[in-house]
């Protein structure tokens, strides 16, 4: 009885095997890419003053790779926090509160204004005397004429002290400029990586906009290739993918699956594949061509 049970299940663990989808291994060729490719521009016209890195050398993100000649970004700058400090200490106001302070506080307007309510009480009481007959019309005219003169003293200051204050927002506005000129003359790295090209020269001028460097971070280098379209199924992103090099004999390196392109290319009926390789050690380099295995099973998910 065992023989038969055993005669009966192998044919069945047979027949469904054989239905299961075969793995098979695609072969595709490809080429290195570094992860990033920046071109380092300028922001502001300037002479180069000193170039801190060259092609080929490590640099980091943050780090000084070049900075331009800033005496007149710094002599402008200067001259504007002096008018300024020269503005503020007339008004007595702190640069905190420069342009928040009230007008009615400053020095000049509070006399101005004491002297306009001093006028202002002078003027009711000569009016009230000269209803009872006590003043003349010439003293009534003559404290009229006063108020009238206080008025116009305390707009005047009122009116000044705005005008300061509309300088003071100028001035900040430009210390501001200039503050971001100047920061602008310092270049750094916008990344980690290797100096690919070096576009400029000491002493050269340039105008705003100009490529200096160019810089690749090849600490992750991404392997594109295609492959034919009838093993779309079957590709998804994780799956490894091993490589050889020329140059490294038969050594094998590896990645994984990190992009499938979304559609297949119409004329050669392939489909984009972008590999993810790890190359901390800087042993690959970007334009490196490839050759690569990949296992898929059709249809798996």
């Known amino acids: 009885m065992k023989m038969k049970f055993m005669l009966f299940v192998i044919p069945w663990m047979c027949s469904c095997l054989a239905g299961w989808p075969k793995a098979e291994t695609v072969s595709f060729v490809g080429t290195l890419y570094p992860d990033k490719d920046v071109d380092v521009s300028i922001e502001i016209d300037g002479r180069v003053k000193d170039i801190l890195v060259d092609v080929g050398d490590r640099v980091r993100r943050g780090q000084t790779i070049l900075k331009l000649d800033d005496e007149r970004e710094q002599l402008q700058l ?24 009230d007008i009615y506080s400053i020095p000049q307007v509070i006399k101005a204004q004491q002297d306009f309510e001093e006028k202002r ?60 000129d100047l920061e ?49 199924s079957g590709i998804r992103q994780g799956l490894e993918v091993h490589f050889q090099v020329e140059g490294f004999a038969d050594e094998v390196f590896r990645g994984k699956v990190s992009r499938i392109a979304p559609s297949i290319d119409m004329e050669t009926r392939t489909i984009q594949v972008e590999v993810q390789v790890n190359n901390r050690e800087q042993r690959l380099r970007p334009g490196y061509f490839v050759k690569a295995d990949i296992e898929i099973t059709p249809g798996a998910k």
């Open 184 to 232: 602008d003359t310092t270049i750094v790295s916008p990344i980690n990586g290797y100096v690919q090209e070096r576009f400029v020269d000491m002493g050269e001028y340039l105008a705003k906009g100009k490529r200096v460097l160019r810089i690749l971070d090849t600490d992750t280098l991404r392997l594109k290739g295609s492959i034919p379209s009838r093993y779309t």
């Open 121 to 180: 009480r002078d003027l009711e009481r000569d009016k009230l005397l000269f209803e009872r007959g006590a003043v003349s019309r010439e003293a009534l005219e003559k404290s009229q004429t006063a108020f009238e003169k206080a008025r116009a003293g305390l707009q005047a200051a009122v009116d000044e002290i705005r005008g300061y204050k509309a300088i003071i927002s100028q001035l900040k506005s430009g210390i501001q400029l200039f503050a971001k």
């Open 78 to 101: 200067q001259i504007r926090l002096g008018q300024l400090n020269e503005i503020l200490a007339k008004l007595g106001v702190t640069v905190d509160n420069a342009e928040t302070f």
